[in-house]
């Protein structure tokens, strides 16, 4: 079983920046791929970025790349998503999930969740 835990969400005016984070209990950390997921009021949740367990490869969708990076520091057991240049269309609750399957995008690929934490970008 593992246990994430996101941390760093708040409130941010736009071209503002936050840091967000992720515990996690694994034992064995850099087996797992982290993703970050978002879910905005009256709308799905969707795919942000991903990192694989060793931190060598990563990906981002089309709506955040250049302005956010994910990283992880698998002896903290914590991965990072530094959000820059932040809009408004960027509020939303954001996840982390785990799994050891491979670098994907697809949220039913992703075993372990966090329970989110609020970000929201004024105007």
């Known amino acids: 079983q593992v246990q994430l835990v996101e941390s760093g969400g708040g409130l941010v005016q736009t071209g503002g920046s936050l840091r967000l984070s992720c515990a996690a209990s694994a034992r064995i950390f850099d087996s797992y791929t982290i993703g970050w997921f978002r879910q905005a009021p009256g709308k799905e949740r969707e795919f942000v970025s991903t990192i694989t367990g060793s931190g060598t490869r990563t990906y981002y969708s089309d709506s955040v790349k250049g302005r956010f990076t994910i990283s992880r520091d698998n002896a903290k057991n914590t991965v990072y998503l530094q959000m820059n240049s932040l809009k408004p269309e960027d509020t939303a609750v954001y996840f982390c999930?785990?799994?050891?399957?491979?670098?994907?995008?697809?949220?039913?690929?992703?075993?372990?969740w966090g329970q989110g934490t609020q970000v929201t970008v004024s105007s």
């Open positions: 999930a785990a799994q050891q399957w491979r670098l994907t995008t697809i949220q039913t690929d992703y075993k372990y």
